[in-house]
């Protein structure tokens, strides 16, 4: 990363680049994020408050001192590395609460890119995968990205309720339509009125249900139990299922005419094993989020705690991995960061000794370092030689692990001149620079 040193005592003129504020405002045009630190005899405030208005990030007064130079360098590396991080974080942090999806994996980029667009529209989605996988999820995205977000809605699981109580439940009644009719009752597409009705396992449904699905879809109205009186309806409909629909129309369980009027466009959730690189980052957030719950003081994982979470399968998928997490905390004896004893013993003394299930190896490997790295400088304060320690690595091997996988977040504001490696002939220059404006001072 760049640094651009500017000496504010240079002649000042408002149309040549001679003048250190017509170069400061090209550069902050042109490299914005690129850190400029001025120098000057400071015996104007005026000066030095507008270089700083115009986007210095430090100033230091002549002469200058290498050691002090050193840590403005250091100060202005960091800080635009962590505004670096900090905007790639909000984008993130935007992305999971206006979505509710977490993941920095492909597949949940494509799962992102595809939600925001069919979001926009009025369509039918199918949305597909293993159970535990988050469908119920991506249906509520959809509908509070979309313009029905202010209107309904409606959540109904067909394998929560007996055959024969299906259609009462989706379509409603009139009063005297059974014997326990004993008033008009609507159904969950009337609830679901201008907003979006998720039928969830929609594989369930019988076939007898199915003509009455789509002719809602077709004709946009519903037709309550005991009543001959077609009702419009505006809802949008996204289905999910855990079953193959193709395999199960060829076998005849489900009408082929309906399929194709409900996966116009379909959501494929991938299962947790295709992308393990995810499971520290929706570790943190359960274990964040079930702190607040239950009101517990857990702060982190352990490293070797991680280590476990990256050998399992995860046949549950995402919901596994939740109450994986929520089984911990609760039984956890109120440490500050979760160990493996917390953790079911079907997972204790689970380490990385194999290939990671699913995804690009590299890509996996890699996130899990970067959590077991930051797991133990969080549970240490930033202790490097401690972390060190912990991981069972030497502090100079952590120093390189740091660069490697870019962890910028724990490195200390003033840092000794001895971790910044400055070449010599970068020393050398420095000096001379130095030397150079501290005889112009005195010239001066």
Not at 178 to 205: H, P, Q, V
Not at 329 to 341: A, D, T
Not at 350 to 378: C, D, H, M, N, W
Request: hydrophobic share 40%.
């Amino acid at each position: 990363m760049g640094v651009v040193l500017l000496n504010l005592d240079a002649k000042q003129s408002t149309a040549t680049s001679e003048d250190p504020f017509f170069f400061l405002r090209a550069l902050s045009e042109r490299t914005p994020s690129l850190p400029v630190i001025a120098y000057g005899s400071g015996r104007s405030r005026e000066i030095v408050v507008r270089a700083f208005r115009e986007g210095i990030s430090d100033f230091l007064e002549q002469p200058l001192d290498v050691q002090e130079l050193k840590f403005a360098l250091n100060r202005a590396c960091r800080h635009a590395s962590l505004a670096k991080d900090l905007a790639a974080a909000q984008n993130t942090l935007a992305c999971v609460h206006v979505e509710g999806l977490l993941g920095n994996s492909r597949a949940m980029d494509h799962v992102n890119d595809v939600v925001r667009k069919v979001a926009a529209v009025g369509t039918t989605v199918l949305i597909t995968g293993e159970s535990g996988t988050g469908k119920g999820v991506v249906a509520r995205a959809i509908h509070r990205l979309s313009p029905r977000t202010n209107k309904p809605f409606v959540e109904f699981a067909l394998c929560a309720f007996p055959e024969s109580l299906i259609e009462d439940e989706l379509f409603g009644h009139e009063r005297g339509a059974f014997t326990a009719a004993i008033g008009m009752r609507k159904g969950r597409f009337e609830e679901a009125n201008g907003g979006t009705i998720f039928l969830d396992e929609i594989g369930e449904l019988p076939l007898h249900l199915q003509v009455k699905l789509l002719h809602v879809l077709q004709e946009r109205t519903i037709q309550r139990l005991g009543s001959n009186t077609q009702h419009p309806v505006d809802v949008r409909v996204i289905c999910a299922t855990n079953r193959n629909l193709e395999k199960l129309m060829q076998e005849g369980g489900f009408r082929s005419d309906l399929f194709f009027r409900l996966s116009v466009v379909s959501v494929q959730m991938p299962p947790l094993r295709e992308r393990s690189e995810d499971v520290p980052l929706l570790a943190e957030f359960f274990l964040k989020m079930f702190a607040k719950v239950h009101s517990k003081k857990a702060q982190g994982l352990s490293p070797a705690y991680i280590s476990a979470l990256a050998t399992h399968s995860w046949p549950g998928n995402v919901r596994e991995l939740q109450n994986v997490i929520e089984r911990s905390l609760v039984l956890s004896n109120g440490e500050k960061y979760l160990s493996v004893r917390d953790l079911p013993p079907a997972l204790q003394g689970l380490i990385i000794t194999e290939e990671i299930p699913g995804g690009p190896f590299q890509q996996s490997v890699q996130s899990y370092k970067r959590e077991l790295v930051r797991s133990a400088l969080r549970m240490h304060s930033g202790n490097k030689l401690r972390a060190a320690r912990e991981l069972g690595i030497s502090r100079c091997y952590l120093h390189r692990l740091l660069n490697q996988l870019k962890i910028t977040e724990f490195s200390d504001e003033l840092v000794e001149a001895a971790e910044i490696p400055i070449p010599d002939s970068l020393e050398a220059g420095l000096l001379s620079t130095a030397h150079a404006a501290a005889g112009s001072g005195k010239a001066n």
